[in-house]
């Protein structure tokens, strides 16, 4: 069973820096593609980054927005800067696809909260 754990999350005024951490327990991440979603109350979990050998990113934080990983520590990292109101969400990691879909997904850390007040 793969098992990631998020970290990292808090309030932060707009225009601002978190670092979330998505660390594996049970499993290489360097034999994984892992994928950041974030979901806001009301709707749909919805796709930020992902990282293989490559990075992407939903066009809503390119720019400001920069995964990463440390193969040596077994993590991934969500380097977000510039944050606005409209960025605050539960973000999650997931393991097991690169798709953009989150119900291709099979495994699923337990979400971090981000708020960035209006």
């Known amino acids: 069973q793969l098992q990631l754990v998020e970290s990292g999350g808090g309030l932060v005024q707009p225009g601002g820096s978190l670092r979330l951490s998505c660390a594996a327990s049970?499993?290489?991440?360097?034999?994984?593609?892992i994928t950041w979603f974030r979901q806001a109350p009301g709707k749909e979990r919805e796709f930020v980054a992902a990282i293989n050998g490559r990075a992407y990113y939903a066009d809503s934080v390119k720019g400001r927005f920069t995964i990463s990983r440390d193969n040596a520590k077994n993590t991934v990292y969500l380097q977000m800067n510039s944050l606005k109101p409209e960025d605050t969400a539960v973000y999650y990691c997931a393991a097991g696809s690169m798709g953009r879909s989150p119900q291709e997904y099979d495994f699923w850390g337990q979400g971090t909260q981000v708020t960035v007040p209006s």
């Open positions: 049970t499993f290489t991440l360097d034999y994984y593609g």
